[in-house]
């Protein structure tokens, strides 16, 4: 059974940065993708950013581009979002998900998902 525990989400004031983690169980997931969504009050959950396991490729949405960077740790089990010069527009809960082989940017690709963690940038 696939796990997904993402944790590193709080409060912060714009400018600032925070680190995201989700830590993956359950599963090699040499062959899969994992990707991060996240979802503000009264929208939909929306593409953040994707790599594939075994390294290569990354797909950020433009929204974030140039300020987030997503990563992992073989060793760990552990993707990484590192978000810097957060807006208040970056205020939503952060969902981690995977999924196998190819990076995907829409939710029903993927097959898993952790539980979320708040991310709250004030102005």
């Known amino acids: 059974q696939v796990q997904l525990v993402e944790s590193g989400g709080g409060l912060v004031q714009a400018g600032g940065s925070l680190r995201l983690s989700c830590a993956a169980s359950?599963?090699?997931?040499?062959?899969?993708?994992m990707g991060w969504f996240r979802q503000a009050p009264g929208k939909e959950r929306e593409f953040v950013a994707a790599?594939?396991?075994?390294?290569?490729?990354?797909v950020y949405a433009d929204s974030v581009k140039g300020r987030f960077t997503i990563s992992r740790d073989n060793a760990k089990n552990t993707v990484y979002l590192q978000m810097n010069s957060l807006k208040p527009e970056d205020t939503a809960v952060y969902y981690c998900?995977?999924?196998?082989?190819?990076?995907?940017?829409?939710?029903?690709?993927?097959?898993?998902w952790g539980q979320g963690t708040q991310v709250t940038v004030s102005s």
């Open positions: 998900a995977v999924k196998v082989r190819v990076i995907a940017t829409m939710t029903s690709q993927y097959d898993y």
């Open positions: 359950g599963r090699t997931f040499s062959s899969y993708v």
């Open positions: 790599m594939r396991w075994s390294g290569g490729s990354t």
